[in-house]
């Protein structure tokens, strides 16, 4: 049996074993660890990896990323105005449709050539992961924007 060494859903190459949840989980505890920093990105980084992963979201779900996504980037909302909004919408007594995949998976169509993905947030360390995580989501949105 052939080990999977490609990503299926983002087309990053898992490189010493390392799939994409190894490197968000990698982001997570730099996150939980780094409040004063790094916490500040954890919203894009959430955004950034789900998008680049859109079977774990319902289709409803995925829109509501990348439009939560465009806010924090191109409107420039801050992270917690998103958060307000995410909790408003995203109350299980107010939606109607779900978040995550209950069987109809969220997609972009087709596979996307992503310029950077987990894996290029975590390999120079958390000293410059802030600052990559921010190009990753002007990334993300570029990228779609290009392919539409």
């Known amino acids: 049996m052939t080990e999977q060494t490609i990503c299926p859903e983002c087309g ?15 982001m997570l505890a730099w996150d ?14 959430v955004l950034c990896f789900h998008i680049q992963h859109p ?12 439009e939560l996504l465009n806010d924090a980037v191109n409107k420039g909302i801050p992270a917690d105005k998103l958060r307000q909004k995410l909790s408003a919408i995203a109350d299980s007594s107010v939606r109607t449709t779900p978040i995550t995949n209950h069987g109809i998976p969220g997609s972009h169509g087709r596979l996307i050539a992503w310029p950077l993905m987990a894996a290029d ?14 190009a990753w989501a002007r990334s993300i949105l570029g990228k779609l924007e290009a392919v539409q």
């Open 12 to 26: 990053s190459e898992w490189r010493a074993g390392l799939t994409c949840d190894d490197h968000f989980n990698q």
């Open 55 to 66: 079977s774990r979201y319902s289709p409803a779900g995925l829109q509501g990323a990348l």
């Open 32 to 45: 939980f660890e780094n409040r004063a920093d790094a916490w500040s990105v954890h919203h894009l980084t």
């Open 121 to 134: 947030m975590t390999k120079d360390g958390v000293d410059v992961y802030c600052e990559r995580v921010k």
